[in-house]
């Protein structure tokens, strides 16, 4: 069955980087791309953009260029998001999301891993 | 930049039926939108449930329908269950973006 598992939570300092980490099983990794999402302390879920896991081209929404770098380690079917020069507004549950094919988008999540910024 | 609009609460007695709306501040959701439906329960991830304006995924209850209704995306739940409290998400693709709307909290009561 399909799983995507992230890495656990992070508590970072401003200005640091971090890097989360979302492991997929139980499918072909290249075969479908892979979306970032943000979701902040109660808040709702904001798209961050994606990665396109055969060619490794990643595309980011608005708002989330710069800092944010999204990357693909296909040999152990990883992504990848890093973070630099993190803020306080950083802080949030930042979740893989993976299309499906045929239309369907966003059919499976990670659980999720929480970044907090604070010093 | 497109802003999707939900309702931001509903309530439904058990049994009952209600209907989440999703609209787009560009004009009419039509099915080239690709809207899709989510539900969150507090502490977990999202679960996808409608695709494609009406695709259920084989995960879905029969409970859970979605459709295009005056101009938005719709998703009807029928036969409500106390189970279905939550927060609902809608996401439209605009212009190569993927836009979440702002959620539905939908109380059953």
């Known amino acids: 069955q399909v799983q995507l598992v992230q890495s656990g939570s992070e508590l970072k300092k401003p200005g640091a980087s971090v890097k989360v980490s979302c492991k997929a099983s139980?499918?072909?990794?290249?075969?479908?791309?892979m979306n970032w999402v943000r979701q902040a302390p109660g808040q709702g879920l904001e798209w961050m953009g994606w990665i396109n896991t055969k060619t490794g081209n990643p595309t980011y929404a608005q708002g989330f260029t710069g800092r944010f770098v999204f990357s693909l380690d296909t040999s152990v079917s990883t992504a990848y998001l890093q973070i630099s020069s993190l803020k306080a507004e950083d802080t949030a549950v930042y979740y893989c999301a993976r299309d499906g094919g045929s239309g369907a988008y966003f059919n499976y999540w990670g659980q999720g891993t929480l970044v907090t910024v604070s010093s | 930049q497109t802003v999707v609009t939900q309702e931001p609460s509903l309530t439904v007695s058990p049994g009952g039926t209600v209907t989440l709306t999703c609209a787009s501040s560009?004009?009419?959701?039509?099915?080239?939108?690709?809207p899709t439906w989510f539900q969150q329960k507090p502490g977990q991830a999202p679960r996808a449930l409608i695709y494609?304006?009406?695709n259920k995924h084989s995960w879905t209850p029969a409970r859970f329908s979605g459709s295009l209704l005056g101009g938005k995306a719709a998703l009807t739940l029928s036969g409500v269950q106390p189970e279905d409290e939550a927060e609902y998400y809608c996401?439209?693709?605009?212009?190569?973006?993927?836009?979440f709307g702002g959620g539905t909290k939908l109380t059953v009561l």
């Open positions: 560009t004009g009419a959701v039509t099915s080239g939108y690709y």
């Open positions: 996401l439209l693709y605009c212009g190569g973006d993927w836009v």
């Open positions: 139980g499918y072909t990794f290249i075969s479908y791309a």
């Open positions: 494609t304006t009406s």
